[in-house]
């Protein structure tokens, strides 16, 4: 863990909110390599949805921002460019959610609006396929030759066509 790692927590844990940049890939094409996230903390009693962006402390304290999948007391996020889920992890662990996206070129997008959560709701759903068809999927189901072309669509475009 970093010293700016270790300040961004603390921060949240104060309660503040944090300005980051998306540096890796695994949140592509949603998240953009430059584009910055505001990262909120959490407040006292709020429930995290699946679809939500979230910014997880990993084992050893490294900060990772991926979409919830399945919520509950142990969360289940993933990047969107990801084959698979990261391993479950307990609630505490959240730091906080990201409440507004800013694009490389200065336009804002608003990450916590009805429709904003709608839409990040629905790439929830289509992204985890792939997590999901590899153990909670019926056998049957996973043989399905429209089910494998589901779930190997490029999502990028259809991410894309949702948010610009």
């Not at 844990?13 to 695994?26: C, F, K, L, M, Y």
């Not at 304290?61 to 007391?73: D, T």
């Not at 153990?135 to 948010?163: D, T």
Request: charged residues 30%; glycine residues 10%.
């Amino acid at each position: 863990m970093t010293e700016f790692d270790r300040q961004i927590f603390a921060l949240l844990r104060e309660g503040r909110s944090v300005v980051v940049r998306a540096e890796g890939r695994s949140m592509h094409p949603f998240l953009r390599p430059g584009d910055a996230v505001v990262i909120r903390p959490l407040r006292e009693g709020e429930g995290i949805v699946a679809g939500e962006l979230v910014l997880v402390e990993r084992e050893g304290g490294r900060p990772v921002l991926h979409r919830v999948l399945l919520p509950g007391r142990s969360l289940v996020v993933k990047g969107d460019a990801l084959l698979g889920a990261d391993l479950p992890f307990p609630r505490e662990r959240v730091a906080g959610k990201a409440s507004e996206l800013r694009r490389a070129g200065g336009r804002g997008h608003a990450l916590e609006t009805a429709s904003a959560r709608r839409r990040n709701a629905w790439i929830a759903r289509f992204s985890g396929w792939e997590s999901l068809s590899a153990g909670l999927l019926p056998a049957f189901a996973r043989r399905s030759e429209l089910l494998r072309r589901l779930i190997r669509a490029p999502k990028w475009l259809l991410v894309r066509a949702l948010f610009p």
